[in-house]
T-cell receptor, first 113, second 114 residues
Framework: AQSVAQPEDQVNVAEGNPLTVKCTYSVSGNPYLFWYVQYPNRGLQFLLK??????LVKGSYGFEAEFNKSQTSFHLKKPSALVSDSALYFC???????????FGKGTRLSVIA | DAGVIQSPRHEVTEMGQEVTLRCKPISGHDYLFWYRQTMMRGLELLIYFNNNVPIDDSGMPEDRFSAKMPNASFSTLKIQPSEPRDSAVYFCASSLLGDGYEAFFGQGTRLTVV
């Protein structure tokens, strides 16, 4: 069965500093990996995905994520955090059988001015 | 396209009443998903459809929950009778067929059962 772990419930970072939100996954076969962001009282918005190819994936709002197959990780990164990046971030995975996305529990990012 | 549209945005109902949540997926999408979000359990998949056919409803918590997709542009999630523990945010999402396609989420329905 597929699973996703987001080991940190909360990440705090100062504005202008780099940020990392961690995600590890477990699937049988090749993974398809996704990051979503949720702002208060809103639905989930797609940020970026890894399907195949370059291990470094760039997405919306300056976010990027690095796929590491040996460590089964897909950490979300941004070189310089903004206060407006404060939100709830979800990592998700599906396997090659086109099954629905399985989500992690989410990490709340707080960027402090 | 306006995206995935859910209604109502908020619903407050009394225990024992029937609740119906509605979803209009993005036109042309083959898959439709219903998720539930709570603080304790995070995002849980309840059921999903492919081309209007239910594929997996193993996430539906009890027989009180049912979902239908009578056509490609409309789906409902019904709870009858509702209970306080059903209080949550319910999301509908849709996607195209294919492993690499992301799901697009609606704004959600916040359900409160008192």
């Amino acid at each position: 069965a597929q699973s996703v772990a987001q080991p940190e419930d909360q990440v705090n970072v100062a504005e202008g500093n780099p940020l990392t939100v961690k995600c590890t996954y477990s699937v049988s076969g090749n993974p398809y990996l996704f990051w979503y962001v949720q702002y208060p009282n809103r639905g989930l918005q797609f940020l970026l995905k890894y399907i195949t190819g370059d291990n470094l994936v760039k997405g919306s709002y300056g976010f990027e994520a690095e796929f590491n197959k040996s460590q089964t990780s897909f950490h979300l990164k941004k070189p310089s955090a903004l206060v407006s990046d404060s939100a709830l971030y979800f990592c998700a995975v599906r396997d090659e059988r086109n099954t629905p996305l399985v989500f992690g529990k989410g990490t709340r990012l707080s960027v402090i001015a | 396209d306006a995206g995935v549209i859910q209604s109502p945005r908020h619903e407050v109902t009394e225990m024992g009443q029937e609740v119906t949540l509605r979803c209009k997926p993005i036109s042309g999408h083959d898959y439709l998903f219903w998720y539930r979000q709570t603080m304790m359990r995070g995002l849980e998949l309840l059921i999903y459809f492919n081309n209007n056919v239910p594929i997996d409803d193993s996430g539906m918590p009890e027989d009180r929950f049912s979902a239908k997709m009578p056509n490609a542009s409309f789906s409902t999630l019904k709870i009858q009778p509702s209970e306080p523990r059903d209080s949550a945010v319910y999301f509908c999402a849709s996607s195209l067929l294919g492993d690499g396609y992301e799901a697009f989420f609606g704004q959600g329905t916040r359900l409160t059962v008192v």
